[in-house]
């Protein structure tokens, strides 16, 4: 049936989502018209990609964790289809249920968990933590799979492509990066490119965390909302096969009573029908009795 959410808190959730959904729309405006430093080719070629599935770790928030799960199957299905060796980084108990069972478990290498419990929430230096797991892994292509938030009741499913800092110094030995056409101050340009990396791997991480916390967050309102609305339709139904069931009964009830109500005046009135015949033949046996001179 499902659980009952109160309009108290529903406000509450809303009072809390509504303006974190303003900011990340603020925040996808500015990020998608910032000039960047260099433009990731997603179809390319790679020897080893892994794949970062973002899940939740808990349940009743609808169809986010089914799509981000899809998606993966997908994206694995397309880089072993190029030859490059996949494996799956996933974070979330949801997608890791999932993804444990059928052709996926054999490439499940890690899994980050119990993400919702901290006390501080999602901060970037979980983001971090995560960042360091996979650069000490190795990749040469990284693809995170989240939900992006667009409403309260609308999620994206999103794809993230990075290259590792070793494509990427290879791309600029290329002259793929748009880097080059700025005066940096300081390290060598491998360094930077280093640092640069890591810096977007953290953050890509860290945004698709939120993202998808925040699409968590607005699925399970809505679906509690839903389930709040089929227990009161079925709370309805309910009472009202109740009540058409205690009115039969008291119908049947009544029905009986007066039946027996009827009967009982019936046999009344037979019983003085079959009464004054009798006390008419006896009331005959006496005159006739009496004319004869006979005594009783």
């Known amino acids: 049936m499902g659980t009952r959410v109160s309009a108290r808190g529903r406000s509450t959730a809303q009072r809390w989502l509504l303006p974190a959904a303003q900011l990340l729309r603020a925040g996808h405006t500015r ?37 981000v799960v899809k998606y993966t199957k997908i994206v694995e299905g397309v880089a072993e289809d190029m030859g490059s060796a996949g494996s799956l980084f996933v974070v979330g108990e949801k997608g890791r249920a999932q993804l444990a069972r059928g ?6 290498a890690h899994c980050v968990v119990d993400t919702s419990k901290s006390k501080d929430g999602i901060s970037f230096a979980m983001a971090s933590m995560v960042a360091d797991t996979l650069l000490r892994g190795g990749y040469d292509k990284l693809q995170v799979i989240y939900n992006r938030f667009q409403s309260v009741i609308s999620f994206k499913p999103t794809v993230a492509t990075l290259l590792s800092p070793a494509a990427l110094e290879a791309a600029a030995d290329e002259g793929g990066l748009a880097i080059d056409t700025y005066e940096v101050e300081g390290p060598d340009r491998s360094e930077f490119l280093l640092d640069l990396s890591e810096f977007q791997l953290a953050a890509t991480l860290y945004n698709a965390m939120l993202e998808n ?3 968590e967050l607005g699925s399970r309102m809505q679906s509690m909302e839903n389930s709040t609305k089929n227990a009161q339709e079925m709370l309805a139904k309910l009472t009202l096969y109740y009540n058409r069931t205690r009115q039969a009964a008291i119908t049947t009830e009544l029905i009986e009573i007066i039946s027996g109500c009827v009967t009982l005046r019936h046999c009344r009135r037979l019983f003085l029908a079959r009464l004054s015949d009798a006390l008419c033949f006896c009331a005959s046996v006496c005159q006739c009795c009496c004319a004869r001179g006979l005594r009783l």
């Open 103 to 108: 052709a996926t478990a054999a490439k499940l």
């Open 31 to 67: 990020t998608d018209s910032a000039p960047r430093l260099w433009t990731v080719h997603t179809g390319a070629t790679t020897a080893n990609t892994t794949i970062v599935p973002i899940t939740s770790d808990k349940g009743l928030c609808g169809g986010i964790n089914t799509s």
């Open 213 to 215: 916390s925040t699409s």
